[in-house]
């Protein structure tokens, strides 16, 4: 990699904080750009800090994701996050590159396990033998008096059909305490396999026979060892890097905003698995309820992400989970940092998932974000941010009195030129850069007379903290217009982009505390 490359990449991992608002632009906007346009192909390693084409990555209810590389492709497999009685099948998503990602539905069913009626839940899965071998819970089983617990499918593509090859659940009783759900499979260097599972506040682990469909057992005879760590729930997943063998689980409830992901590393894959953080957990900008994870490495690399499901700011439905993935970041002594749950979106999937429009007409068919003329057309994720650092590149196709930009710090958003409240900064080709306050109403606070040329892309970019906005607009590396106001109105809210009596087109947008 080479030295600006490396730079750059150093810059967008989380340092922009302690650096001038001029470094942040540049990272942000151009030379975030030309990275990510030749990073995350097929043809070369996704390096990023978080997914950059946008959280959640694919449309729909899911969670309790678990992933492998399998045949130049990155699959993931979740639990299909709806009421426990239309849990009967599992669907799965592949993609070469981490963005562009292709859905493969109904890859297991219950028709084809007899045993299993409802509440199939935490799909893992692992190739052997050319075959592939997928474990899941089903039932949701209380007691050892009902039938059900943990089932394996075996099929001869990763997107099934995965077809029940022993009639019965592979595990079906109450060891340890620890119900039978949620299940994550390894296979050591040597080629043992293991199995780790566990509800109800206990972990198990046991070791898998070769044939992969049956309950090994230890040196020592037996087959099930409890490895419950500390705060212990549920969601148990391996990971070995480096000789060390890492377990996450989840702690907190499923259904609530205080779900997260904590872990604890040892020597061996039996353990004792002493916790050592909690490594993920809700962000009130971003999303609560964040656990269940899985752990995405790139082939030949030491890059990692953890993949996940969280709940969307505002929901009150524990089966409204979406899938995320964000950078998983190691210190020198091997422990993990905290993740952080980063916000970008540069429309390279050619999607807006997670986005809600108010007026005008979108689309990221060119993977871009455009809209067509309207009277002040807005496009908003659902963040909901005070202090922070926000940038979009915008472009505006043809010389007129509008103008286009980002709005934060807002609510109540309609269809309607100034239908919210919160900020507005922007900028026009009629020569100005403008930023106002919207309540129902306009109330200018600053306009600044600059050219502003058609069809060239400009970062645009505030740095809000409390009442002081430092605002910057740039083109490549040249610094159009910089200057600060204060207004005290609104303290946070959502972000977006806006475009009043203009066409515009939007990439490259990123949101994040300072």
Known sequence: MSSLATTSLALLHGQLAQV????????????????????????????????????????????????????????????????????????????????????????????????????????????????????????????????????????????GPYLDPIGKPLIGQFYNGAQPIDQDVFIDDDGQAYIYYGGHGHANVARINEDMVSVGTFPDGDQFKEITPENYVEGPQMFKRKGKYYL???????????????????????????????????????????????????????????????HPLGSTDGNDRHLAYDRLYFRDDGTIKPVVMGVQHNFKDGKMIGWRTYGGAWDTSSRKLKTTVSDGAKAAINTNFADQYFAVDVAIPSQNDGDAGLIFRAANLQEGAHAYRGYYLGIGTSGKIVIGRADNGWTPIKTVSVPIHTNRVYNVAVRAIGSKFDCKVMHGHDVIASFTVSDDKFQHGTNGVRAFQTKATFDNLEVRHV
């Open 248 to 310: 996450f689980w989840s702690e907190g409830g499923w259904t609530g905003p205080d779900y997260a992901v904590s872990y604890g590393i040892a020597d061996n894959p039996t353990g004792p698995f002493k916790r050592l953080d909690k490594i993920l957990q809700q962000d009130s900008s971003v999303a609560t309820g964040s656990g269940h994870n899985a752990v995405i490495t790139v082939p030949g690399t030491d890059i990692h992400y953890i993949v996940y499901h969280r």
């Open 20 to 159: 001038p608002i001029v470094a942040e632009m540049k990272a942000s906007g151009v030379i975030a750009a030309a990275l990510l346009s030749g990073v995350g192909s097929a043809t070369s390693s996704p390096d990023f800090t978080t997914n950059p084409a946008g959280n959640p990555f694919v449309q729909g209810w899911y969670a309790d994701p678990d992933n492998e590389f399998y045949n130049g492709e990155y699959w993931v497999y979740p639990t299909y996050s709806h009421e426990y009685d239309a849990q009967t099948f599992l669907d799965a998503f592949s993609s070469p590159d981490l963005i562009n990602w292709t859905k493969h539905p109904d890859i297991l069913n219950t028709t084809n396990f007899p045993w299993a009626k409802r509440a199939v839940w935490a799909p893992a899965t692992i190739a052997r033998n050319g075959k592939y071998y997928l474990y899941f819970g089903a039932n949701d089983i209380q007691t050892n008096d009902e039938y059900g617990g943990i089932g394996v499918g075996v099929a001869d593509r990763p997107e």
